[in-house]
Protein backbone atom coordinates (compact mmCIF):
# COMPACT_ATOMS: atom_id res chain seq x y z
CA UNK A 1 0.00 0.00 0.00
CA UNK A 2 3.18 2.05 0.70
CA UNK A 3 3.75 2.96 -3.04
CA UNK A 4 0.39 3.45 -4.07
CA UNK A 5 -0.43 5.63 -1.34
CA UNK A 6 2.16 7.97 -2.24
CA UNK A 7 0.19 8.75 -5.92
CA UNK A 8 -2.33 10.47 -3.54
CA UNK A 9 0.95 12.28 -1.90
CA UNK A 10 2.14 13.54 -5.54
CA UNK A 11 -1.48 14.25 -6.97
CA UNK A 12 -1.88 16.43 -3.94
CA UNK A 13 1.18 18.48 -4.48
CA UNK A 14 0.95 18.83 -7.77
CA UNK A 15 -3.08 20.49 -7.60
CA UNK A 16 -1.41 22.56 -4.98
CA UNK A 17 1.31 23.25 -6.14
CA UNK A 18 1.31 22.85 -10.36
CA UNK A 19 4.42 22.46 -12.62
CA UNK A 20 4.34 21.98 -16.21
CA UNK A 21 6.81 20.59 -18.14
CA UNK A 22 10.57 21.71 -18.03
CA UNK A 23 9.64 23.18 -14.60
CA UNK A 24 11.31 22.09 -11.00
CA UNK A 25 9.04 24.10 -8.79
CA UNK A 26 10.42 26.26 -5.54
CA UNK A 27 13.61 24.96 -3.72
CA UNK A 28 12.29 23.45 -0.27
CA UNK A 29 15.27 23.41 2.85
CA UNK A 30 15.85 20.05 4.34
CA UNK A 31 15.64 20.43 8.08
CA UNK A 32 17.47 18.78 10.91
CA UNK A 33 14.12 17.57 11.84
CA UNK A 34 13.33 15.96 8.15
CA UNK A 35 17.13 14.44 8.58
CA UNK A 36 15.59 12.72 12.12
CA UNK A 37 13.14 11.73 10.30
CA UNK A 38 15.22 10.18 7.21
CA UNK A 39 17.75 8.27 9.94
CA UNK A 40 15.25 6.55 11.79
CA UNK A 41 12.93 5.45 8.71
CA UNK A 42 16.52 4.36 7.57
CA UNK A 43 17.00 2.18 10.66
CA UNK A 44 13.75 0.89 10.40
CA UNK A 45 14.48 -0.12 6.74
CA UNK A 46 12.10 1.85 5.33
CA UNK A 47 12.42 3.15 1.52
CA UNK A 48 13.96 6.69 1.37
CA UNK A 49 16.23 9.09 -0.66
CA UNK A 50 19.52 10.42 1.27
CA UNK A 51 18.91 14.05 2.89
CA UNK A 52 21.03 16.77 4.46
CA UNK A 53 20.41 19.04 6.59
CA UNK A 54 20.32 22.95 4.71
CA UNK A 55 20.00 20.12 1.56
CA UNK A 56 17.59 22.76 -1.01
CA UNK A 57 15.84 20.15 -3.03
CA UNK A 58 13.29 21.62 -6.22
CA UNK A 59 9.38 20.35 -5.67
CA UNK A 60 10.29 18.13 -8.87
CA UNK A 61 13.42 16.79 -7.31
CA UNK A 62 11.18 15.33 -3.84
CA UNK A 63 8.72 14.47 -6.17
CA UNK A 64 11.19 12.21 -8.00
CA UNK A 65 12.14 10.68 -4.70
CA UNK A 66 9.05 10.31 -3.76
CA UNK A 67 8.07 8.20 -6.77
CA UNK A 68 11.42 6.31 -7.89
CA UNK A 69 12.97 5.06 -4.86
CA UNK A 70 9.49 5.17 -2.77
CA UNK A 71 10.77 7.87 -0.38
CA UNK A 72 8.83 7.61 2.56
CA UNK A 73 10.87 10.92 3.92
CA UNK A 74 10.35 12.64 0.84
CA UNK A 75 6.71 12.24 1.52
CA UNK A 76 6.93 13.62 5.03
CA UNK A 77 8.95 16.40 3.52
CA UNK A 78 6.53 17.47 0.71
CA UNK A 79 3.19 17.43 3.30
CA UNK A 80 4.90 19.67 5.97
CA UNK A 81 5.85 21.98 2.93
CA UNK A 82 2.54 21.84 1.76
CA UNK A 83 0.52 22.50 4.58
CA UNK A 84 2.76 22.77 7.73
CA UNK A 85 1.83 19.64 9.78
CA UNK A 86 1.51 16.73 8.41
CA UNK A 87 -2.06 15.53 10.02
CA UNK A 88 -3.53 18.30 7.95
CA UNK A 89 -2.06 16.97 4.96
CA UNK A 90 -3.14 13.28 5.46
CA UNK A 91 -7.13 14.93 6.05
CA UNK A 92 -6.25 16.55 2.96
CA UNK A 93 -5.40 12.96 1.63
CA UNK A 94 -8.69 11.73 3.34
CA UNK A 95 -11.21 14.11 1.72
CA UNK A 96 -9.55 13.75 -1.68
CA UNK A 97 -10.22 9.93 -1.41
CA UNK A 98 -13.72 10.60 -0.73
CA UNK A 99 -14.35 12.99 -3.37
CA UNK A 100 -12.66 10.87 -5.71
CA UNK A 101 -15.30 8.36 -4.60
CA UNK A 102 -12.41 5.82 -3.08
CA UNK A 103 -15.29 4.57 -0.42
CA UNK A 104 -12.85 1.55 0.40
CA UNK A 105 -9.08 4.22 1.34
CA UNK A 106 -7.93 5.32 4.48
CA UNK A 107 -4.52 7.29 4.64
CA UNK A 108 -2.71 7.07 8.31
CA UNK A 109 0.18 9.16 6.45
CA UNK A 110 1.44 10.88 3.58
CA UNK A 111 4.04 7.52 2.85
CA UNK A 112 1.21 4.86 3.51
CA UNK A 113 3.57 2.61 5.90
CA UNK A 114 1.15 2.95 8.90
CA UNK A 115 -1.17 -0.18 9.17
CA UNK A 116 -4.62 1.77 9.29
CA UNK A 117 -3.62 2.90 5.22
CA UNK A 118 -5.77 0.69 3.74
CA UNK A 119 -7.51 0.85 -0.10
CA UNK A 120 -8.45 -1.41 -2.67
CA UNK A 121 -7.40 -1.89 -6.44
CA UNK A 122 -10.17 -0.54 -7.46
CA UNK A 123 -10.11 2.48 -5.70
CA UNK A 124 -6.66 3.10 -6.47
CA UNK A 125 -7.17 2.67 -10.37
CA UNK A 126 -9.50 5.61 -10.06
CA UNK A 127 -6.84 7.64 -7.85
CA UNK A 128 -4.66 6.67 -11.15
CA UNK A 129 -6.98 7.55 -13.69
CA UNK A 130 -7.52 10.79 -11.88
CA UNK A 131 -3.71 11.49 -11.97
CA UNK A 132 -3.23 10.11 -15.26
CA UNK A 133 -5.76 12.72 -16.78
CA UNK A 134 -3.92 15.75 -14.85
CA UNK A 135 -0.58 15.11 -16.09
CA UNK A 136 1.04 18.12 -15.79
CA UNK A 137 5.39 17.15 -15.53
Known amino acids: MASVAKIMTAYLIL ?9 NGPDITITKNDVK ?23 KQLLEGLLLPSGNDCAT ?12 FVDKMNKMAKLLNMNHT ?3 DPAGVRLYTV ?6 LKLAQKSYANQRI
Open 119 to 124: STANDQ
Open 106 to 108: HYA
Open 15 to 23: KNHPLHLGQ
Open 77 to 88: VLAKWDDGIVKA
Open 37 to 59: IYKKDLKNQQSVLKIAANEKLSE
